[in-house]
């Protein structure tokens, strides 16, 4: 592949990934306002994805978007990359975010944003996993 190929700069697929991620970021915030949690909660929810989002951008070498996340890609963030990249990473802080990731991909399956197979897969990732997650976090 040549340059030539790819006419977009990586600066130029980042920006339009994060274009990209912000309507589906505002969608979810909505849906937690309109599901009558508190502010608190509807910001540590909506900043949990937003950080995730970063993650699935720069640090997961896959340019995604949010609703091309996989499975796999929420397992890798909460096994290795949380407990190790993020300073205020804790056992509380980990509840939070398995908390977040439920509501997220719950709300992007129903509103077709991911596929129900993949809602289904993360759902039962943070399920079966949820104290070895802990576990990894407490290290």
Same mark, same amino acid.
């Given at each position: 592949?040549? &340059? ?24 979810? &915030? ?6 009558? #949690?508190?502010?608190?909660?509807? =910001? ?13 951008? #720069? ?8 609703? &091309? ?8 963030? #909460? &096994? ?21 990731? =439920? =509501? ?22 943070? =399920? ?12």
């Amino acid at each position: 592949m040549t &340059e030539t190929d790819h006419p977009e700069t990586y600066e130029q697929r980042v920006q339009a990934i994060q274009l990209a991620n912000q309507p589906i970021l505002d969608g979810f &915030e909505t849906w937690l306002r309109q599901s009558g #949690l508190s502010e608190q909660t509807i =910001k540590e929810h909506v900043d949990n994805m937003c950080f995730f989002s970063r993650y699935l951008l #720069l640090y997961a070498h896959s340019l995604r978007r949010l609703d &091309e996340a996989t499975e796999g890609a929420v397992y890798d963030f #909460l &096994e290795d990359w949380f407990p190790r990249k993020a300073l205020w990473a804790s056992v509380t802080s980990m509840k939070v975010y398995l908390a977040s990731f =439920k =509501k997220f991909f719950k709300w992007m399956g129903e509103t077709g944003l991911v596929p129900p197979a993949t809602v289904e897969d993360v759902l039962s990732t943070l =399920k079966d996993d949820r104290n070895f997650f802990l576990r990894k976090v407490a290290e």
